[in-house]
């Protein structure tokens, strides 16, 4: 088996991937919905709600809590007391899944990061540019509640450094809140079906996707010839290839054709795919994420 | 074995191995590489193609061509391949070889004992005894060696020819003692006899060994013997070789070799066909024929192809003295014309007046029937005699009627008559010679009388300074030592009115002991001889073995040469600084006849090449196969990189020659300390010269001066940096290969630079006397070096740097004198005024060459240990001004600067 390269250590890892974040705007996710079962956040929902931000003073009603008065506002006027109304702020919460199977560690010939490492920076990219929006963020399959801030990053760090949960190659079955966001980041290369089924639970909850399928170049390209006795790393299956020269053109219109089959599939489940391979640089890789849950992003974003 | 190829096998039935390699092919094609194992995520989806796509791998073709030619080496390997194979042996237990090595078997040696290095080595292979004979006796008698045919391999390989005739008839003899059951005998023949043994004796010797089993004789295919016959005369004024049958046309080279084994002459002997002589005459002076010590015919090893050359061979002047020397008119009855007519062979005859004869170089004066020399004379004459003149007197009727002081006995005066008419005796003939006297040991002529004589006054030593006397015991010739010479008369005339003698053969030998007795001969060789250094069997002189018996002198020329008596060159004991006395082989053994024993069982040729076996060869090259399979496996299953491959297959397929390029060194580690350089011509010999030369110069710059340079290296101008070398020395020999593209502009920027290259033609070595250039080396240098830019060249001038940088030096000998020294002209403010080329030729690297011991490798020719120490003188003095240049030039200035100083 190939040695994974290098394990950077955590801390620097984490360094590295808000370096990567420092170079795009704060992530502003689209609120599409308003729950209340969305904990206070700091995206304004336009209304009046429970939050931090003065929004408007509206006259006092019967009912209305006395300490909700705002004494000053209202000694300006002689005829009306006035209620202090903040504007009801919600945070989105973002549930990030990175895949952890043992095919994500794969790595090409001539590529210098596994597909692994590539998604976990990618992640923790993310989820820097997240919680720096004010959103709150969990890792999927980690079982916490998001969290955002200083110490929801901690958190995420180590629930995606320190490893220990689940290494299948699908997203986990865990009900989720409603209007939370969803983003996968996987190789994918698994059944469509299967894929579509789990992630069809999420969307029937109204909570709409974001994959990156993330591939090594040579996964692409397969680049090999010869006689060569290709090994799925997690045991699924072998393909005995005679001269992978000749099949190379077949082998890549079967990707593709997965490759379509895959996004067709996530579409039906309100789910959008990107695709990005680990020879580009990472920063595209979390530009293509940062449009995918903004689209106001896409312009102000910028390359790397 | 096959008809069309030298090639046999011992197990011949493994060679069926080879019919499985279809089989082998078979197998091959069907049975794939082992696929290289990828981990490979996508692998389901490759795994929907590969349902599909089902071809069979076929090992690739060359793959297969490559294994079944490993395979195939391998089985030939196993079936113990045989290059040359000799159908040597027959089946029985022990095999007795016996070898022909007398002297002419020096020529085709070599194949003679590649045909018995065969012999014994099948016969090893096969588990034989063995039984080797040769059959020229050794000291101790003919040698017979029984044993393991490997311990007589290693006996075998120090097997040379003997430098006298083999001797069959005691081989005969020697064999009969042998008791050897089941034998096959190999006879390495020479098919060729001495008078003295004789075709009997060959013939008694394979009727003795067929006794022993059935006979196989080897006899050589070359061309008959050929052999040099030492000249009869003084001066070797022609030379003659003589082969053992005539044949067709065949030319042979003699070359002369002075004392100090310079070469003097060469001359090519052409044998016409059908004739068994070849002569030339010797086109040189006399005083280089004088220094003729040996000669041989160049390419021909033998003891026969040589003859050393002693005193007896230098060609005297001898100046003839007569009252009536001018009687051209006529001859027969002048006293002179016999004894010049006897001497002219043997010497150099000079006439004249006393004067003008002691003025130039003689060894013998003959004074014929001079009766009262002026007293004025006889006092130069003795003191000449004293410093080791020879004078031999004639008596005459001059004499006869008075002589002077100049006799080596008391003469009475009148002479004495022999069977006149009036009286009763008859002319008497002479008594044998005293066995001590110069003549001792000559044939008496019977027929030779004295009519005539002068008589010696009686008296008590007369008989000891008697010389030759007559039947009646009248002293004929007297003599006497004075000083270092000899004062001789005899007391008859030189011409035939006294006697017969001058008309005699006697008269010649006796003329020719007198000459003996000459300056420089030492006198006749008398008394017992010892080995200085003897001649082996292909003609190279060697230091004589240790316990050989003295040998009477007398013995020389009747006395066959043989183990007890090799040739070469002897010396009377006893007489340290005494010339040495020549034996040659062909003093006694004067010619060969052809001798075939015709009752062989089988004969055969001497073997041409010797058997290899191809085994180890063949499992080498399976080896080196198979490891490119290795390597070519395991690129094809991706476990090495495609430049690893590569690189290791380059590595394997040209490590031996890589070894043999010696790349220089880290410049770092050249520069570090002072060493000077000798360029790599490619020629083995000389590059080894070179640096043994370099070597030796640099240690006796260490031991003599401050400087102390590092091993010296060998560059390829081609290609190493030269500026990190003071001196080059460059060996320009004829064979100097070309030089590679580009080199010329780096030797010239070298030299611009300040570099110094001692270019070293060696052509002194390849030069006749007399000549003094343009020799081989340095037509060879003008080839090679023809277009480099130099400054006018002249030869070193008295006064230049190189004459005084250390040593004060005159010439600039190397290993050989007489070229001059060529240097270019300083030209000032162009590197300091330091000259930068030096050409001459006298191979210098030869005079500083030593061994690892330190010892000299090669002579010094003509001025032995002294002419090297001025080699080395030289070579100091070269490294001085290479590393010093002109400083020593500024030291002339300095009386001039201490006198300004002083003022």
């Given at each position: 088996?190939?040695?994974?390269?290098?394990?950077?250590h955590?801390?620097?890892?984490?360094?590295?991937?808000?370096?990567?974040g420092?170079?795009?705007?704060?992530?502003?996710?689209?609120?599409?919905?308003v729950a209340?079962?969305?904990?206070?956040?700091?995206?304004?929902?336009?209304?009046?709600?429970?939050g931090e931000?003065?929004?408007?003073?509206r006259?006092?009603?019967?009912g209305?809590?006395?300490r909700?008065?705002?004494?000053?506002?209202?000694?300006?006027?002689?005829?009306?007391?006035?209620v202090?109304?903040?504007e009801?702020?919600?945070?989105?919460?973002?549930?990030?899944?990175?895949?952890?199977?043992?095919?994500?560690?794969?790595?090409?010939?001539?590529?210098r990061?596994?597909?692994?490492a590539?998604a976990e920076?990618l992640?923790?990219?993310?989820?820097?540019l997240l919680?720096?929006g004010?959103?709150?963020?969990?890792?999927?399959g980690?079982?916490?509640?998001?969290?955002?801030?200083?110490?929801?990053?901690?958190?995420?760090?180590?629930?995606?450094?320190?490893?220990?949960?689940?290494t299948?190659?699908?997203?986990?079955?865990?009900?989720?809140p409603?209007?939370?966001?969803?983003?996968?980041?996987?190789?994918?290369?698994?059944?469509?079906?299967?894929?579509?089924?789990?992630v069809?639970v999420?969307?029937?909850?109204?909570?709409?996707?974001?994959?990156?399928?993330l591939?090594?170049?040579?996964?692409?390209?397969?680049?090999?010839?010869?006689?060569?006795?290709?090994e799925?790393?997690?045991?699924?299956?072998?393909?005995?290839?005679?001269?992978?020269?000749?099949?190379?053109?077949r082998?890549?219109?079967?990707?593709?054709?997965?490759?379509?089959?895959?996004?067709?599939?996530?579409?039906?489940?309100?789910?959008?795919?990107a695709?990005?391979?680990?020879?580009?640089?990472?920063?595209?890789?979390?530009?293509?994420?940062?449009?995918?849950?903004?689209?106001?992003?896409g312009g102000?974003?910028?390359?790397? | 074995?096959?008809?069309?190829?030298?090639?046999?096998?011992?197990?011949?039935?493994?060679?069926?191995?080879?019919?499985?390699?279809?089989?082998v092919w078979?197998?091959?094609r069907?049975t794939?590489?082992?696929?290289m194992?990828?981990?490979?995520?996508?692998?389901?989806?490759?795994?929907?193609?590969?349902?599909?796509?089902?071809?069979?791998?076929?090992?690739p073709?060359?793959?297969?061509?490559?294994?079944?030619?490993?395979?195939?080496?391998?089985?030939?390997a196993?079936?113990?391949?045989?290059?040359?194979?000799?159908?040597?042996?027959?089946?029985?237990?022990?095999?007795?070889?016996?070898?022909?090595?007398?002297f002419?078997t020096?020529?085709?040696?070599s194949?003679?004992?590649?045909?018995?290095?065969?012999?014994?080595?099948?016969?090893?292979?096969?588990?034989?005894?063995?039984?080797?004979?040769?059959?020229?006796?050794?000291r101790?008698?003919?040698?017979?060696v029984?044993?393991?045919?490997?311990r007589?391999?290693?006996?075998?390989?120090?097997l040379?020819?003997r430098?006298?005739p083999?001797d069959?008839?005691?081989?005969?003899?020697a064999?009969?003692?042998?008791?050897?059951?089941?034998?096959e005998?190999?006879?390495?023949?020479?098919?060729?006899?001495?008078?003295?043994?004789?075709?009997?004796?060959?013939a008694?010797?394979?009727?003795?060994?067929r006794?022993?089993?059935?006979?196989?004789?080897?006899?050589p295919?070359?061309?008959?013997?050929?052999?040099?016959?030492?000249?009869?005369?003084?001066?070797?004024?022609?030379?003659r070789?003589?082969?053992?049958?005539?044949g067709?046309?065949?030319?042979?080279?003699?070359?002369?070799?002075?004392?100090?084994?310079?070469?003097?002459?060469?001359?090519?002997l052409?044998?016409?066909?059908?004739?068994?002589?070849a002569e030339?005459?010797?086109?040189?002076?006399?005083?280089?024929r004088?220094?003729?010590?040996?000669?041989?015919?160049?390419g021909?090893?033998?003891?026969?192809?040589?003859?050393?050359?002693?005193?007896?061979?230098?060609?005297r002047?001898?100046?003839?003295?007569?009252?009536?020397?001018?009687?051209?008119?006529?001859?027969?009855?002048s006293?002179?014309h016999?004894?010049?007519?006897a001497l002219?062979p043997?010497?150099?005859?000079?006439?004249?007046?006393?004067?003008?004869l002691?003025?130039?170089?003689?060894s013998?004066?003959?004074?014929?029937?001079?009766?009262?020399?002026?007293e004025a004379?006889v006092?130069?004459?003795?003191?000449w005699?004293?410093?080791?003149?020879?004078?031999?007197?004639?008596?005459?009727?001059?004499?006869?009627?008075?002589?002077?002081?100049?006799?080596?006995?008391?003469?009475?005066?009148?002479?004495r008559?022999l069977?006149?008419?009036?009286?009763?005796s008859?002319?008497l003939?002479?008594?044998?010679f005293?066995?001590?006297?110069?003549?001792?040991?000559?044939?008496?002529?019977?027929?030779?009388?004295?009519?005539?004589?002068?008589?010696?006054e009686?008296?008590?030593?007369?008989?000891a300074h008697?010389?030759?006397?007559?039947?009646?015991?009248?002293?004929v010739?007297?003599?006497?030592?004075?000083?270092?010479?000899w004062?001789?008369?005899?007391?008859?005339?030189?011409?035939?009115t006294?006697?017969?003698l001058?008309?005699?053969?006697m008269?010649?030998?006796?003329l020719?002991?007198?000459?003996d007795?000459?300056?420089?001969?030492?006198?006749?060789?008398?008394?017992?001889?010892?080995?200085?250094?003897?001649?082996?069997?292909?003609?190279?002189l060697?230091?004589?073995p240790?316990?050989?018996?003295?040998?009477?002198?007398?013995?020389r020329?009747?006395?066959?040469?043989?183990?007890d008596?090799?040739?070469?060159?002897?010396?009377?004991?006893?007489?340290?600084?005494?010339?040495?006395?020549a034996v040659?082989?062909?003093?006694?053994?004067?010619?060969?006849?052809?001798?075939?024993?015709?009752?062989?069982?089988?004969?055969?040729?001497?073997?041409?090449?010797?058997?290899?076996?191809?085994?180890?060869?063949?499992?080498a090259?399976?080896?080196?196969?198979?490891l490119?399979d290795?390597?070519?496996?395991l690129?094809?299953?991706?476990?090495?990189?495609?430049?690893?491959?590569?690189?290791?297959?380059?590595?394997v397929l040209?490590?031996?020659?890589a070894?043999?390029?010696?790349?220089?060194?880290?410049?770092?580690?050249?520069?570090?300390e002072?060493?000077?350089a000798?360029?790599?011509?490619?020629?083995?010999?000389?590059?080894?010269?070179?640096e043994?030369?370099?070597?030796?110069?640099s240690?006796?710059?260490?031991?003599?001066?401050?400087?102390?340079?590092?091993?010296?290296?060998?560059?390829?101008?081609?290609?190493?940096?030269?500026a990190l070398?003071?001196?080059?020395?460059?060996?320009?020999?004829?064979?100097?290969?070309?030089?590679?593209?580009?080199?010329l502009?780096?030797?010239?920027?070298?030299l611009?630079?300040?570099?110094?290259?001692?270019?070293d033609?060696?052509?002194?070595?390849?030069?006749?006397?007399?000549?003094?250039?343009?020799g081989?080396?340095e037509r060879?240098?003008?080839?090679?070096?023809?277009?480099?830019?130099?400054?006018?060249?002249e030869?070193?001038?008295?006064?230049?740097?190189?004459?005084?940088?250390?040593?004060?030096?005159?010439?600039?000998?190397?290993?050989?004198?007489?070229?001059?020294?060529?240097?270019?002209?300083?030209?000032?403010?162009?590197?300091?005024g330091?000259s930068s080329?030096?050409?001459?030729?006298?191979?210098?690297?030869?005079?500083?060459?030593?061994?690892e011991?330190?010892?000299?490798?090669?002579?010094?020719?003509?001025?032995?240990?002294?002419?090297?120490?001025?080699a080395?003188?030289?070579?100091?003095?070269l490294?001085?001004?290479?590393?010093t240049?002109?400083?020593k030039?500024d030291?002339?200035h300095?009386?001039?600067?201490?006198e300004?100083?002083?003022?």
């Amino acid at each position: 088996m190939w040695p994974r390269p290098h394990e950077p250590h955590r801390a620097a890892r984490r360094v590295a991937a808000e370096r990567l974040g420092e170079r795009l705007p704060p992530l502003l996710v689209e609120a599409e919905r308003v729950a209340a079962s969305v904990a206070p956040g700091l995206h304004g929902r336009r209304r009046t709600g429970l939050g931090e931000t003065f929004w408007q003073y509206r006259p006092y009603q019967p009912g209305d809590d006395v300490r909700s008065i705002d004494w000053r506002a209202s000694a300006r006027s002689d005829r009306h007391r006035f209620v202090r109304e903040n504007e009801w702020e919600a945070a989105q919460s973002v549930w990030i899944w990175c895949d952890a199977s043992p095919s994500m560690a794969y790595r090409g010939p001539g590529v210098r990061e596994d597909k692994r490492a590539r998604a976990e920076l990618l992640a923790l990219a993310l989820a820097v540019l997240l919680i720096r929006g004010g959103e709150r963020v969990a890792l999927l399959g980690s079982g916490r509640r998001p969290a955002g801030g200083r110490f929801g990053l901690e958190r995420f760090t180590a629930d995606l450094l320190e490893g220990g949960g689940p290494t299948d190659s699908l997203p986990p079955e865990v009900p989720l809140p409603r209007f939370a966001r969803l983003v996968l980041i996987s190789d994918f290369l698994v059944e469509p079906r299967a894929l579509e089924r789990r992630v069809a639970v999420h969307a029937a909850r109204g909570i709409a996707g974001s994959a990156l399928a993330l591939w090594d170049p040579s996964e692409v390209e397969l680049p090999f010839s010869g006689r060569v006795l290709f090994e799925d790393p997690e045991g699924r299956a072998r393909a005995l290839v005679g001269r992978v020269e000749e099949v190379r053109g077949r082998y890549r219109a079967l990707l593709a054709a997965h490759r379509e089959e895959l996004r067709e599939r996530l579409a039906r489940c309100r789910c959008t795919l990107a695709l990005h391979r680990t020879d580009q640089p990472a920063a595209s890789g979390l530009l293509a994420l940062t449009r995918m849950l903004d689209p106001r992003a896409g312009g102000r974003g910028g390359g790397p | 074995m096959s008809a069309w190829l030298p090639l046999g096998f011992a197990q011949p039935w493994l060679l069926l191995g080879l019919l499985a390699l279809p089989a082998v092919w078979w197998l091959l094609r069907i049975t794939p590489p082992a696929p290289m194992r990828r981990p490979f995520p996508p692998a389901a989806i490759l795994a929907r193609l590969a349902s599909r796509e089902d071809t069979p791998a076929h090992t690739p073709l060359w793959l297969l061509l490559l294994r079944m030619a490993i395979l195939a080496l391998l089985v030939l390997a196993a079936s113990g391949p045989v290059w040359n194979p000799q159908p040597l042996l027959a089946g029985a237990e022990t095999v007795v070889l016996v070898v022909d090595d007398g002297f002419e078997t020096a020529a085709d040696w070599s194949a003679r004992l590649r045909t018995l290095e065969a012999l014994l080595a099948r016969a090893d292979r096969e588990g034989r005894e063995a039984v080797l004979v040769t059959t020229a006796p050794a000291r101790a008698g003919i040698r017979i060696v029984r044993g393991r045919p490997a311990r007589l391999r290693a006996l075998a390989r120090e097997l040379a020819p003997r430098p006298w005739p083999a001797d069959r008839r005691a081989t005969a003899r020697a064999l009969a003692g042998l008791e050897i059951g089941d034998a096959e005998v190999h006879w390495l023949l020479s098919p060729w006899t001495v008078p003295g043994e004789g075709a009997e004796a060959v013939a008694e010797l394979a009727a003795r060994l067929r006794r022993l089993g059935p006979l196989t004789v080897y006899r050589p295919g070359g061309p008959p013997p050929v052999w040099l016959v030492p000249p009869a005369e003084p001066g070797v004024p022609r030379v003659r070789a003589e082969r053992a049958v005539a044949g067709p046309a065949a030319t042979v080279t003699a070359v002369a070799f002075g004392p100090e084994g310079e070469g003097l002459a060469r001359v090519t002997l052409a044998f016409a066909e059908g004739e068994r002589v070849a002569e030339a005459a010797l086109d040189l002076p006399l005083e280089m024929r004088n220094r003729i010590a040996r000669l041989e015919l160049a390419g021909i090893p033998g003891a026969a192809s040589v003859v050393l050359f002693d005193e007896r061979w230098r060609r005297r002047v001898v100046g003839l003295f007569g009252a009536r020397a001018g009687g051209e008119d006529q001859p027969l009855l002048s006293d002179l014309h016999y004894v010049a007519r006897a001497l002219a062979p043997w010497a150099e005859i000079r006439r004249g007046d006393l004067d003008r004869l002691l003025a130039g170089p003689v060894s013998v004066m003959v004074l014929a029937d001079v009766g009262r020399l002026p007293e004025a004379e006889v006092a130069r004459l003795r003191t000449w005699i004293e410093r080791g003149g020879v004078v031999l007197r004639f008596a005459g009727p001059r004499l006869a009627a008075g002589g002077d002081a100049l006799l080596p006995v008391r003469l009475r005066r009148g002479e004495r008559t022999l069977g006149a008419a009036l009286t009763w005796s008859r002319p008497l003939a002479f008594a044998p010679f005293p066995e001590d006297g110069p003549f001792a040991g000559l044939a008496v002529d019977p027929q030779v009388r004295v009519r005539r004589q002068v008589l010696a006054e009686p008296s008590p030593e007369l008989a000891a300074h008697t010389l030759a006397a007559l039947e009646d015991g009248t002293p004929v010739v007297t003599g006497r030592r004075l000083g270092r010479g000899w004062l001789l008369l005899v007391h008859t005339t030189a011409n035939p009115t006294w006697s017969d003698l001058a008309l005699s053969r006697m008269f010649l030998d006796m003329l020719r002991r007198v000459l003996d007795l000459a300056a420089g001969s030492g006198g006749p060789v008398r008394g017992p001889l010892v080995a200085d250094r003897i001649l082996d069997g292909f003609g190279r002189l060697r230091p004589a073995p240790a316990g050989l018996a003295p040998v009477e002198a007398a013995a020389r020329g009747r006395r066959p040469v043989g183990p007890d008596f090799p040739p070469g060159l002897w010396r009377p004991a006893g007489r340290e600084g005494a010339a040495a006395v020549a034996v040659n082989l062909q003093d006694t053994v004067r010619t060969l006849l052809p001798a075939l024993p015709r009752n062989a069982d089988r004969v055969r040729g001497l073997v041409a090449e010797v058997e290899r076996p191809l085994a180890p060869w063949l499992f080498a090259a399976a080896l080196l196969l198979a490891l490119v399979d290795l390597a070519a496996s395991l690129r094809l299953r991706g476990l090495l990189p495609a430049g690893t491959a590569t690189v290791v297959l380059v590595l394997v397929l040209s490590g031996p020659s890589a070894a043999g390029a010696q790349p220089l060194p880290d410049p770092a580690v050249l520069a570090a300390e002072t060493r000077f350089a000798w360029v790599r011509t490619g020629i083995p010999e000389v590059d080894r010269k070179s640096e043994a030369g370099l070597r030796g110069l640099s240690l006796i710059l260490a031991l003599r001066t401050a400087v102390e340079p590092a091993d010296p290296v060998g560059v390829d101008p081609a290609r190493d940096e030269l500026a990190l070398f003071p001196l080059l020395y460059w060996p320009v020999p004829p064979e100097h290969p070309d030089l590679a593209p580009g080199t010329l502009e780096r030797v010239q920027r070298y030299l611009d630079r300040g570099g110094m290259i001692l270019f070293d033609t060696g052509d002194a070595g390849l030069l006749l006397p007399g000549e003094s250039g343009g020799g081989p080396g340095e037509r060879r240098f003008r080839e090679l070096f023809g277009e480099l830019d130099l400054p006018p060249l002249e030869p070193v001038p008295s006064d230049h740097a190189l004459t005084r940088a250390f040593y004060l030096l005159r010439d600039f000998p190397g290993r050989f004198i007489g070229l001059p020294l060529w240097v270019d002209r300083p030209r000032p403010g162009v590197n300091d005024g330091v000259s930068s080329v030096l050409i001459g030729g006298h191979d210098w690297a030869g005079a500083w060459a030593i061994d690892e011991l330190g010892e000299p490798l090669f002579p010094v020719v003509p001025g032995g240990e002294h002419q090297r120490e001025m080699a080395r003188r030289f070579g100091v003095n070269l490294a001085m001004y290479a590393l010093t240049g002109n400083y020593k030039t500024d030291q002339v200035h300095v009386p001039a600067i201490l006198e300004r100083l002083g003022q």
